[in-house]
C-alpha cells in the first residue's frame, strides 16, 4: 500500500525523503515521488517505477535543493500507474502539494463540484481532488484550509500536506490509516511506517483517526478535527535500525524465516513467569470469562490461518466453541454476537482495513474484542478491549513467516492460560503445555537446520505447475498457511485440502506425478493420514512427506520427507510451518521470482 514520507530540518530534505520512502519499498508500490519547498516554491519530482528510478533522475535526491518536503510510493487504486497519477499532486496554484494514502470516496462528486468552478484536473487520482480543495479553501491560513478540506473527505486518507506559506510547515493528516510522527532535534517528521523513521529518532506520537498535526522544524503540534491543540504521549520505539535492514541475508524473507526462533522467545518469555502465564492487560474477571460461551477470530490472508490453528487449540484445551471468519467477510454478514462472544482479531501490521471494520462490527454489536497484534500503537491495537503484541520486530517481507508463527504461538498462550482459568485443563497438563511452549523456540531452531534439505527437495519440485497441500485436523490448518507461502511467492498454483476430504473430489486431480505435500505430525490421526498418502500414491502421486523424527512408516510410504522435532501435538504447528516456509522460499528462488516484494501484493492492506 502507499507510503508516505515528510521532512522538516534544516538539512536537504531530498536525500531524506528518497531514504525513507526506500524502507516502505517492502509495502508494494507502482511509482514514486517527492516534492520539496526552495525559496517559497514547490519543485517537484516523480515517476512510475522503482525509486531507483526516481534517485537515478533527481541524483540521489540531490538535484532537488530544500530543507522541508513531502514523498510518497503510490499503490495505484484510481488511475493507472503512471507519471501523472504518481503522487505528490499540486493545487493549480502551486501552493499546496498533497501525499496520500487510502480511498477518498466522494472523489467523484467533489471532483464535479471542482470543475464546475473552473479547475482543471490533470490526473485521474482521487487524490488530486484534495490538492484543489485546499487551494479553493486556501484564502484563510494553511491550517484552517487543511480542516476544512478534511471535513469534506469522506472514505479513508492519510494525508502530507506542503504549502508554501509559513517557514518550513508541513501538515499530517489522519483518517483510517497509519501515521506516525518522528520527533527529532531541531528536525520533525512523518512516515506511514517507523522503519522509514528509526535511523533518525526513536521518539514517536502516534496520530489517531481524526488528529491532525503541525510540523515545523522545531516544533510538532496535534490538533483534535475541531483544530484544539491537545496533547499526545511520546512512544520510545524499541526496534532498531539493524532490525530493519537485510543483515547479510539475500532476502528479508530468510532473514525473518532465520529470525523466528528469537522472535518466538521475545513472545513467550515476559509472559511466563514462575511456571505461570501472565497475560498484559487481560482483565476480564473470572465471572466475566465463564459469562463468554463462544470465541470468533478475524483475520486475512495468513493471520487468519494462524487462527485456523488457535480454533484447533481452543476448541481442544478450553471447549468453547470457536469459529474463524476472514474479516473482508465477517464485516458484511450481520455477525451474530454479543457481549458473550469473545472477538479475537489477528493482525501483524495492525492496520488491515478489512481487519479493522470487522472489529467496529462485532464491538458495535456488543462483542468482547480482543487483538494479538505485531505493530505497537496500531489501529487494532488501540481499537480493541485487550491487546497482546507479538514482539517478533518489523517484518518487511510481503511473505509473512515470523509474524505468523508467534501469532500462532500468542494463541496457543492464549489458549492455554483460558483452559486453565476455566478450569478445563489440570495442573499437570498446564505445566506441560507450558514447558512444551517454552520449548519451541529450540523446536524451531532444529526445524531451521534443515535448511540445505529443505533446498534440495525445492529444487526438485520447483519446476511444477501445481502442488496440492494435504493434512488431517492441525496439519489441515498448517497446509493452509503452506500453501499460501507457495503460491504468493513463486506463483505456483497451490491449495490446501483436508485429507479425509479427498475421496469427495479433489482425488481426481490426482495423476501420475502429481506433486502432494503431505502433512503427517498430527499424532492422534497419524493412521488416517497414512492411508490418505496409500491412495494418492496409488494413484501415482509423488509424495514429500512432513512428519516426525524418528517416523519409520512415513520414510518407506513417501517418495521424499522432512522430519521435524517431535513435541506435544498441539504445538507441533509451530515447528511443522518452517520447513513449509523454506520450500516456498527456494521454490520461489529457483523461479527467479521477486520474493520480497511478490507481484499484485502489498505488506499491508489498509483499503478495502
Ligand atoms: C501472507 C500475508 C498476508 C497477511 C494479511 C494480513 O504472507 O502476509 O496474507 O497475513 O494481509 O495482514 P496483517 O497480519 O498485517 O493483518
Redesign the pocket.
Known amino acids: 500500500m502507499c507510503g508516505i514520507v515528510g521532512f522538516t530540518g534544516s538539512r536537504q530534505a531530498a536525500p531524506i525523503l528518497l531514504e525513507g520512502l526506500k524502507k516502505l519499498e517492502y509495502r508494494g508500490y507502482d511509482s514514486a515521488g517527492v516534492a520539496v519547498l526552495d525559496n517559497g516554491s514547490i519543485s517537484l519530482a516523480k515517476t512510475r517505477g522503482m525509486i531507483k528510478n526516481l534517485c537515478e533522475m533527481t541524483h540521489d535526491g540531490n538535484d532537488i535543493k530544500g530543507c522541508v518536503g513531502i514523498g510518497h510510493t503510490r499503490w495505484a487504486t484510481h488511475g493507472v500507474p503512471n507519471d501523472i497519477n504518481a503522487h505528490p499532486h499540486l493545487s493549480c496554484d502551486g501552493r499546496f502539494a498533497v501525499v496520500h494514502n487510502g480511498i477518498i470516496e466522494n472523489y467523484a462528486q467533489l471532483r464535479d463540484e471542482l470543475i464546475a468552478h473552473g479547475i482543471e484536473f490533470k490526473s485521474d487520482t482521487d487524490t488530486e481532488v484534495v490538492a484543489h480543495l485546499l487551494e479553493y479553501y486556501g484564502d484563510e491560513d494553511a491550517k484552517t484550509a487543511v480542516m476544512k478540506t478534511a471535513s469534506r473527505l469522506v472514505g479513508s486518507y492519510v494525508l502530507g500536506i506542503l504549502c508554501t506559506d509559513g517557514s518550513g510547515r508541513l501538515f499530517a493528516v489522519r483518517e483510517s490509516g497509519p501515521l506516525i510522527l518522528g520527533i527529532g532535534v531541531g528536525e520533525n517528521y512523518f512516515a506511514s511506517d517507523v522503519t522509514a523513521l528509526i535511523a533518525h529518532t526513536k521518539n514517536v506520537i502516534y496520530l489517531d483517526d481524526g488528529e491532525f498535526a503541525e510540523l515545523t522544524p522545531e516544533k510538532i503540534t496535534v490538533y483534535d478535527c475541531t483544530g484544539t491543540a491537545i496533547t499526545k504521549p511520546v512512544s520510545r520505539v524499541v526496534w532498531d535500525v539493524e532490525a530493519a535492514e537485510k543483515g547479510g541475508y539475500e532476502h528479508f524473507m530468510l532473514k525473518e524465516i532465520m529470525e523466528q526462533p528469537r522472535a518466538l522467545k521475545a513472545t513467550l518469555e515476559p509472559r511466563v513467569k514462575n511456571g505461570d502465564i501472565v497475560l498484559e492487560n487481560f482483565e476480564l474477571s473470572d465471572e466475566e470469562l465463564k459469562d463468554i460461551d463462544k470465541i470468533v477470530i478475524t483475520?486475512?490472508?495468513?493471520?487468519s490461518y494462524a487462527g485456523q490453528v488457535g480454533r484447533y487449540v481452543i476448541e481442544k484445551l478450553c471447549r468453547i466453541p470457536t469459529q474463524v471468519e476472514v474479516a473482508s467477510e465477517l464485516r458484511y454478514r450481520e455477525p451474530i454476537v454479543d457481549h458473550h462472544t469473545l472477538l479475537i482479531a489477528?493482525?501483524?501490521?495492525?492496520?488491515?482495513a478489512d481487519?479493522i471494520a470487522a472489529i467496529k462490527e462485532c464491538k458495535a454489536r456488543g462483542a468482547r474484542t480482543m487483538a494479538i497484534v505485531n505493530v505497537v500503537g496500531s489501529t487494532i491495537a488501540n481499537l480493541v478491549d485487550h491487546v497482546l503484541y507479538t514482539w517478533a520486530g518489523p517484518e518487511v517481507a510481503?511473505?509473512?513467516t515470523k509474524?505468523?508463527t508467534t501469532q500462532v504461538a500468542m494463541l496457543d498462550l492464549l489458549a492455554i492460560y483460558l483452559a486453565r482459568r476455566l478450569g478445563r485443563i489440570d495442573d499437570e497438563r498446564y505445566a506441560q503445555l507450558l514447558t512444551g511452549l517454552q520449548e519451541m523456540p529450540s523446536k524451531i531452531q532444529r526445524a531451521i537446520d534443515l535448511n540445505g534439505h529443505v533446498q534440495y527437495l525445492a529444487e526438485r519440485y520447483y519446476s511444477n505447475q501445481a502442488i496440492y497441500f494435504i493434512g488431517r485436523n492441525l496439519d489441515y490448518a498448517v497446509c493452509m498457511e503452506g500453501a499460501?507461502?507457495l503460491k504468493?511467492i513463486s506463483y505456483i498454483f497451490a491449495e490446501a485440502y483436508a485429507a479425509g476430504e479427498l475421496k469427495h473430489g479433489t482425488i481426481a486431480l490426482i495423476d501420475q506425478g502429481s506433486p502432494v505435500v503431505a502433512l503427517a505430525c498430527y499424532e492422534p490421526l497419524f493412521d488416517k493420514m497414512v492411508s490418505n498418502i496409500e491412495e494418492i500414491k496409488a494413484r501415482g502421486a509423488k509424495v514429500l512427506a512432513v512428519a516426525l523424527e524418528g517416523d519409520k512408516r512415513i520414510i518407506s510410504q513417501a517418495d521424499d520427507f522432512i522430519l521435524i522435532p517431535k513435541s506435544d501435538p498441539l504445538l507441533t504447528p509451530i515447528a511443522e510451518i518452517i520447513p513449509l516456509q523454506l520450500f516456498a522460499y527456494y521454490v520461489a528462488k529457483a523461479n527467479g521470482c521477486d520474493i520480497d516484494k511478490p507481484k499484485n501484493l502489498a505488506k499491508?492492506?489498509t483499503v478495502e
Open positions: 483475520a486475512c490472508g495468513s493471520a489477528v493482525s501483524q501490521s495492525g492496520e488491515t481487519t510481503v511473505a509473512t509474524g505468523y499460501l507461502k504468493e499491508s492492506v
